[in-house]
């Protein structure tokens, strides 16, 4: 299954297939120290059969209309991932989340990445609220949503497990009616 969104030269989101399992986990390995101060699911992708196993997940999420994760490709590299987690139902909301490597970080990929996925849930997916949510002290995640023009909704305390201790999570949102405004 080929599914892709091409952003700008050189940057496209592309569906998660089977056969990115070892660019997905040499990304997620080299980046393992870096990424594990935000993301709680680290320890769950260990080998790359964990990361197949992910990967497998995320097509049968796709394919029951769930879900939706993709690739970030920069400059034919496999640098991150971003994608909706549950979409749709009556309630026509999702949340996105994302991540990139260390070394993409500071040239607008995932600013531009986010914008391309926000565009597409409203407009193709027929989605009326997208949230992102970030550790309060995720400056660099929390960039994002503020770049898009998303509202600060609140703060969930003590809301994710991180290995060791909880964190506190902003929640941002974006409507349809804002986004199609903001355009």
Same mark, same amino acid.
Not at 100 to 112: A, V
């Given at each position: ?10 940057? +496209? ?9 070892? &660019? $997905? ?7 393992? *120290?870096?990424?594990?101060?935000w993301l709680p699911w680290?320890?769950?992708? !260990? !080998?790359? @059969?964990? !990361? ?10 796709? @394919?029951? *209309?769930?879900?939706?994760d993709f690739g970030i490709?920069? +400059?034919?590299?496999? $640098?991150?991932?971003?994608?909706? /987690? ?6 026509? *909301?999702? !949340? ?9 970080? %500071? *040239?607008?990929?995932?600013?531009? &990445? &986010?914008? &391309? ?28 949503? @503020?770049?898009? %023009? ?14 060791? /201790? ?11 009616? @804002? ?5």
């Amino acid at each position: 299954m080929n599914f892709t969104i091409p952003i700008r030269t050189g940057l +496209e989101l592309c569906l998660r297939a089977e056969s990115d399992a070892q &660019a $997905v986990f040499q990304a997620i390995d080299k980046n393992r *120290k870096y990424l594990r101060q935000w993301l709680p699911w680290l320890d769950d992708s !260990t !080998t790359v @059969e964990d !990361t197949l196993k992910y990967i497998r997940s995320d097509i049968s999420e796709f @394919e029951k *209309k769930e879900g939706l994760d993709f690739g970030i490709w920069y +400059e034919g590299q496999w $640098v991150g991932g971003i994608g909706f /987690h549950a979409f749709g139902g009556k309630n026509r *909301k999702s !949340t996105i989340g994302y991540w990139l490597s260390e070394d993409s970080q %500071g *040239k607008g990929i995932m600013t531009d &990445a &986010a914008r &391309a996925l926000v565009t597409y849930g409203f407009e193709q997916l027929n989605l009326n609220r997208i949230e992102i949510r970030c550790a309060t002290e995720n400056v660099k995640s929390r960039a994002i949503p @503020e770049r898009l %023009g998303f509202k600060t909704e609140g703060v969930l305390r003590q809301s994710e497990w991180l290995y060791d /201790h909880f964190v506190d999570l902003v929640v941002y949102s974006q409507l349809r009616i @804002e986004w199609n405004a903001s355009k």
